[in-house]
T-cell receptor, first 116, second 115 residues
Framework: DQQVKQNSPSLSVQEGRISILNCDYT??????FLWYKKYPAEGPTFLIS?????DKNEDGRFTVFLNKSAKHLSLHIVPSQPGDSAVYFC???????????????FGQGTILTVHP | NAGVTQTPKFQVLKTGQSMTLQCAQD?????MSWYRQDPGMGLRLIHY???????DQGEVPNGYNVSRSTTEDFPLRLLSAAPSQTSVYFC??????????????FGNGTRLTVT
């Protein structure tokens, strides 16, 4: 039972264009969402997050959008750069009033390739 | 700060062997956890700890043991390795136990093959 799904295994984008990575979830108890980026032979690194009380969070070139009614979130990268080429994981958390103990549920990941 | 350090980087085991994957963090983080990454499955939580002496099971705990005797260390023990445990294992920590406002910091992983 995959509660967090990234249905696109890969995405290819030209440098300078927008990259849009999508993520769907089924558990309506999730109230905090995060994106992690992973390079080969390294561990994931935190990129950006959003609480369910917001519908948008921006950090430089990265923006995360949350549509709670559709149970859908997306990560926009503008402009895309070759160094953004990596695997991107979305993750969700049921914060449960502060008792979730950081138990993240991850999606399968999307491989982003940005071509020069 | 070294962050989260995992050893070894690679390991090959025969079915039935046991081993311990080491994880240490030097950030005085309260929360530590182990994930495994398998193709098409994302990362799945094996075990976690919210402080020294406190551990609990995650989504896929069978075949693994953990203990947390110090804040810094959180080893993962495979009791009797099986081919289904072939995976990449990541240790992670965060400053506080709640995760939402305190993102996980991951180690660089241990690639384990069980033949």
């Amino acid at each position: 039972d995959q509660q967090v799904k990234q249905n696109s295994p890969s995405l290819s984008v030209q440098e300078g264009r927008i990259s849009i990575l999508n993520c769907d979830y089924t558990n309506s108890m999730f109230d905090y969402f995060l994106w992690y980026k992973k390079y080969p032979a390294e561990g994931p690194t935190f990129l950006i997050s959003i609480s369910s009380i917001k519908d948008k969070n921006e950090d430089g070139r990265f923006t995360v959008f949350l549509n709670k009614s559709a149970k859908h979130l997306s990560l926009h990268i503008v402009p895309s750069q070759p160094g953004d080429s990596a695997v991107y994981f979305c993750a969700a958390l049921n914060n449960a009033g502060g008792t979730s103990y950081g138990k993240l549920t991850f999606g399968q990941g999307t491989i982003l390739t940005v071509h020069p | 700060n070294a962050g989260v350090t995992q050893t070894p980087k690679f390991q090959v085991l025969k079915t039935g062997q046991s081993m311990t994957l080491q994880c240490a963090q030097d950030m005085n983080h309260e929360y530590m956890s182990w994930y495994r990454q398998d193709p098409g499955m994302g990362l799945r939580l094996i075990h976690y700890s919210v402080g020294a002496g406190i551990t609990d099971q995650g989504e896929v705990p069978n075949g693994y043991n953990v203990s947390r005797s110090t804040t810094e260390d959180f080893p993962l023990r495979l009791l009797s390795a099986a081919p289904s445990q072939t995976s990449v294992y990541f240790c992670a920590s965060s400053l506080n136990r709640y995760g939402g406002g305190s993102p996980l910091h991951f180690g660089n992983g241990t690639r384990l093959t069980v033949t």
